[in-house]
């Protein structure tokens, strides 16, 4: 269930994020949650550890590494240390 929280902001600053929110087609409370999970999700080391993983694998998968590839990879490593 959501809950309710109450921020104190500057009038001036209220205007411009409804202009933005309306020109966006949403609401001031959605700007703020999404605002808001933003924040926390880059705050957070398991979001940015999970979205590091996507990212990297984002990458060698564009690069055409394959499974076999980084096992071999990891393989060699091992074997040097």
């Known amino acids: 269930m959501a809950t309710q929280m109450m921020v ?3 009038p001036d600053l209220k205007a411009k994020v409804s ?3 309306k ?3 949403k609401s001031v409370s959605e700007v703020v949650r999404e605002l808001l999970e933003e924040y926390v999700k880059t705050r957070d ?3 940015y550890i ?3 993983w996507e990212r990297i694998g984002g990458k060698l998968a564009s690069s055409g590494v394959g499974l076999k590839d980084i096992e071999r990879v990891i393989r060699d490593v091992r074997t040097k240390h």
């Open 8 to 10: 104190r902001i500057d």
């Open 19 to 21: 202009n933005f929110a």
């Open 23 to 25: 020109i966006e087609g």
């Open 45 to 47: 080391i398991d979001s």
């Open 50 to 52: 999970d979205n590091l």
